[in-house]
């Protein structure tokens, strides 16, 4: 059975900092809080130069809210911007009711999409970390009966109580991690050691990352039109019509003002993305904050050091557009559905550009008594030319390996002993 949701009133004030942004930002916050199971009842806000220091949207303000609050029986106040310690105690008495802020919720979100031991762990490290300065004055609403937003993820009846508790707990998560991620740079190694060509996904949030890894790897992994609907990363095999062998690796969506805590609690998995041979950038062609979309994560794919890496731009949802009236910002770039066979062709070709441009060429011949040595060719590098030569008995294969290939180490080692 559904639980009902939650009657949220949503707080935001524009000051000249974010007044850029901010009806986007409040527009995200109504869908963040949609996802995570709330209907926005009213939404409140103030033009501020700036915002006040005690209570962000002033005395009189925070009257009012208090008046909308109980005029539209709501259960939970849900702030745009982070509350200091302070500020959270003051809203949750004045209010009488819980109240959380933006960072909360999205982590909220977060412990709600976990599926993974490592996505869970990080989720509530991030939570305890954020909780912790926040005990003092929180036992009301930290203990809310029934749970509800905000309070999915570590027991909040121990934060309360035991202080000490939560920086052993974030001790023990931590060391966990780190044995996480050992592992998964294991495997990482292993890849690279295999001469597997890796593409990983990364873009906006509800961009469509998961629609197109469906679409190319036939595998059914959650996509919905929801934020922060993939949250642990996910690697599956890919076989292109050639024969070639690749990875795709699906990440957690970015967004605007995506808390700090977030990135350095999923600093592991967004390393994933640092060892690839090449990034799609999938973003929503048909969003009107599409441009805004494309810097928010070009700011984070250059605070994460991913920019060194070669990426494609992947335009997705043309099928919600007018293509003709379509101006690219990002190269290179593909536009394309991925909901049509159309679109699976057209986004396959720009990959294969992009493999033949990153990948080194390469002529063997192979003995056709080599059957196995052939199908690992095929397998391990990009193949576009086979010659079956009836005098020599062997297979002149032409194509592109990658750079540091045991194929290219062959025919290296092959020109040195001629």
Do not use: C
Request: proline letters at 3%; zero cysteines.
């Amino acid at each position: 059975m559904n639980k009902p949701q939650e009657k949220v009133i949503i707080v935001g004030v524009e000051t000249e900092a974010n007044a850029k942004n901010f009806h986007e930002s409040m527009a995200e916050l109504e869908s963040l809080t949609n996802t995570a199971n709330g209907e926005v009842v009213y939404s409140l806000t103030q033009k501020r130069k700036q915002v006040d220091r005690q209570t962000l949207i002033g005395k009189g303000k925070v009257a009012e809210l208090a008046q909308f609050a109980e005029a539209y029986e709501a259960d939970l106040v849900i702030f745009n911007h982070e509350l200091s310690p302070r500020q959270s105690q003051l809203f949750n008495e004045a209010l009488g009711l819980p109240v959380i802020d933006r960072v909360q919720l999205i982590l909220d979100i977060f412990a709600m999409r976990a599926r993974s031991k490592e996505g869970k762990l990080q989720v509530e490290l991030a939570q305890l970390n954020y909780l912790l300065p926040r005990l003092i004055g929180q036992g009301k609403s930290m203990s809310r009966l029934g749970g509800g937003i905000g309070t999915r993820g570590p027991g909040e009846t121990k934060l309360e109580t035991d202080r000490r508790h939560i920086r052993n707990k974030i001790t023990i998560i931590k060391r966990e991690l780190k044995e996480v991620a050992a592992h998964r740079e294991r495997n990482r190694q292993k890849r690279q050691q295999a001469d597997v060509f890796q593409i990983g996904l990364i873009g906006y949030t509800n961009a469509g990352k998961s629609t197109i890894l469906n679409l190319l790897t036939n595998v059914e992994t959650y996509a919905k039109d929801q934020l922060f609907a993939t949250l642990d990363p996910l690697t599956k095999k890919w076989r292109l019509p050639e024969g070639l062998e690749v990875t795709l690796t699906d990440t957690v969506g970015f967004i605007q003002d995506l808390p700090t805590q977030l990135i350095d609690a999923f600093h592991s998995t967004l390393e994933e993305s640092q060892g690839m041979n090449l990034l799609l950038h999938v973003v929503d062609a048909s969003s009107e904050d599409r441009i805004q979309q494309e810097t928010t994560v070009m700011k984070l794919i250059e605070s994460l050091s991913l920019n060194r890496l070669p990426i494609l731009t992947v335009y997705n949802k043309a099928d919600q557009i007018e293509e003709s009236q379509f101006t690219p910002t990002l190269f290179p770039n593909v536009l394309v559905s991925a909901k049509s066979q159309a679109g699976k062709e057209k986004l396959i070709k720009a990959i294969r550009l992009q493999l033949m441009e990153l990948m080194e060429p390469y002529a063997l011949e192979i003995p056709s008594n080599k059957g196995q040595e052939l199908n690992d060719l095929k397998r391990q590098t990009f193949v576009f030319s086979e010659e079956y030569q009836e005098a020599t008995n062997v297979y002149a294969m032409k194509g592109f390996a990658l750079k540091n290939s045991r194929w290219l180490r062959e025919r290296a080692k092959e020109d040195t002993e001629d």
